[in-house]
């Protein structure tokens, strides 16, 4: 038996349907409130809770031998930095424990790519965090450290772009971005349960295609079927407006540090990442033309090269 974390969320709703269909039981751990519509023709349990309080991780943990842990703070809704802390590393430490007590055998985390290189971002502080707990936690783990996923990209830049035809941006023209398909990563740590290779191991992982910010405004054209732009703000501007932000809030949000996570391109060497999963990916821009022509998020088939 699985438990799933975070199995609401973008990423956690192609996770959950990967895992089952690969025949895995899982479990997810839910908020009261949540949307579970899209999980509820699957072959899931549910514990309602959450992963910050010790009686629902408790219950959740309990007869299971995997733990997978995507929950996150939506920095999109709430950047307080204290609440960051609170509920992706207190919440991420209580489940370590549990899983380690309730005699867990794998645990499956998906972590940040920025966070060795932006190190004043809580985000990621706070995932290096948990990476470390679980190094020295005894149980055997696979940490994947995602650059950007797909879906980020359509959904909210995207979405930008249509309505408005422009959008800011933090990168430079030259800077490049991998961003990775859902459908993509799902399969990834659905692999790590039966994947040697990925025992105890940290990974970086981006999709296969890399555009950089000028290429990837020309895509964003192509699928709008429109010219849209990208204002690529100066970097001295974006930090002045944070120091500003962070001085009236008395640094409540960290905006600097936020500032530097949206900076310097978002990829990765995926070499490590190949040898390890054997995965023909998707393709970003087929995601992107699919989104714009259905008006929803269209999987392609991860195929295997084994
Ligand atoms: N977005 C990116 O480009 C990007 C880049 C690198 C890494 N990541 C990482 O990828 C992971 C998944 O991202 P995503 O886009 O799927 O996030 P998301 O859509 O914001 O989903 C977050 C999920 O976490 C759940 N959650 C948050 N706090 C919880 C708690 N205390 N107890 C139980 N559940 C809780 C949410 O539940 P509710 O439905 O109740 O809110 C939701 O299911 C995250 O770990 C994120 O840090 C994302």
């Given at each position: 038996?699985?438990l799933?974390?975070?199995?609401?969320?973008h990423?956690?709703?192609?996770?959950?349907?990967?895992?089952?269909?690969r025949?895995?039981?899982?479990?997810c751990l839910?908020?009261?409130?949540a949307d579970t519509?899209?999980?509820?023709?699957?072959?899931?349990e549910f514990v309602y809770?959450?992963?910050?309080?010790?009686?629902?991780?408790?219950?959740?943990v309990?007869?299971t031998?995997?733990?997978?842990?995507?929950f996150?703070?939506?920095?999109?809704?709430d950047r307080?930095t204290?609440?960051?802390w609170?509920?992706?590393?207190e919440?991420?430490?209580a489940?370590?424990?549990?899983?380690?007590?309730a005699?867990v055998?794998?645990?499956?985390?998906i972590?940040y790519?920025?966070?060795?290189?932006?190190g004043?971002f809580?985000?990621g502080?706070i995932?290096?965090m948990v990476e470390?707990?679980?190094a020295?936690s005894?149980?055997?783990y696979t940490?994947?450290?995602v650059?950007s996923?797909a879906t980020?990209?359509?959904?909210?830049?995207?979405?930008?772009?249509?309505?408005k035809g422009?959008?800011p941006?933090?990168?430079?023209?030259?800077?490049?971005?991998?961003?990775?398909?859902?459908?993509?990563?799902?399969?990834?740590?659905a692999d790590?349960?039966?994947?040697p290779?990925?025992?105890h191991?940290v990974?970086?992982?981006a999709?296969?295609?890399?555009?950089?910010f000028?290429?990837?405004?020309e895509?964003?054209?192509?699928?709008?079927?429109?010219?849209?732009?990208?204002?690529?703000?100066?970097?001295?501007l974006a930090?002045?407006i944070?120091?500003?932000?962070?001085f009236?809030t008395?640094?409540?949000y960290?905006?600097?540090?936020?500032v530097?996570?949206?900076?310097?391109?978002?990829?990765c060497d995926?070499?490590?990442?190949?040898q390890?999963f054997?995965?023909?990916?998707g393709?970003?821009a087929q995601?992107l033309k699919?989104y714009?022509?259905?008006?929803?998020?269209?999987?392609q088939e991860?195929?295997?090269l084994?």
């Amino acid at each position: 038996m699985i438990l799933y974390i975070g199995a609401t969320g973008h990423l956690g709703k192609a996770a959950v349907q990967e895992l089952c269909k690969r025949g895995h039981k899982v479990r997810c751990l839910v908020r009261g409130g949540a949307d579970t519509s899209q999980l509820k023709n699957l072959s899931t349990e549910f514990v309602y809770g959450d992963a910050c309080t010790k009686e629902s991780i408790r219950k959740a943990v309990a007869g299971t031998d995997t733990v997978m842990s995507s929950f996150a703070t939506n920095i999109a809704k709430d950047r307080r930095t204290t609440h960051l802390w609170q509920n992706d590393y207190e919440g991420n430490l209580a489940v370590i424990k549990h899983a380690k007590s309730a005699g867990v055998k794998k645990f499956v985390f998906i972590s940040y790519w920025g966070l060795a290189k932006f190190g004043d971002f809580e985000h990621g502080k706070i995932k290096k965090m948990v990476e470390d707990l679980l190094a020295v936690s005894g149980l055997d783990y696979t940490v994947l450290r995602v650059t950007s996923l797909a879906t980020d990209m359509s959904l909210l830049l995207g979405n930008t772009l249509q309505k408005k035809g422009r959008a800011p941006i933090l990168m430079k023209r030259h800077e490049k971005i991998r961003p990775i398909l859902l459908e993509d990563l799902a399969w990834c740590m659905a692999d790590c349960l039966t994947n040697p290779k990925a025992s105890h191991k940290v990974i970086e992982v981006a999709g296969e295609e890399e555009y950089t910010f000028m290429e990837f405004q020309e895509l964003f054209s192509q699928a709008l079927g429109k010219k849209v732009r990208f204002i690529f703000i100066p970097l001295p501007l974006a930090n002045f407006i944070a120091g500003c932000i962070d001085f009236v809030t008395r640094n409540q949000y960290n905006a600097r540090g936020l500032v530097s996570a949206f900076t310097g391109g978002s990829t990765c060497d995926i070499t490590q990442m190949q040898q390890i999963f054997r995965l023909q990916q998707g393709s970003f821009a087929q995601h992107l033309k699919d989104y714009f022509t259905t008006g929803h998020i269209v999987f392609q088939e991860p195929r295997s090269l084994s």
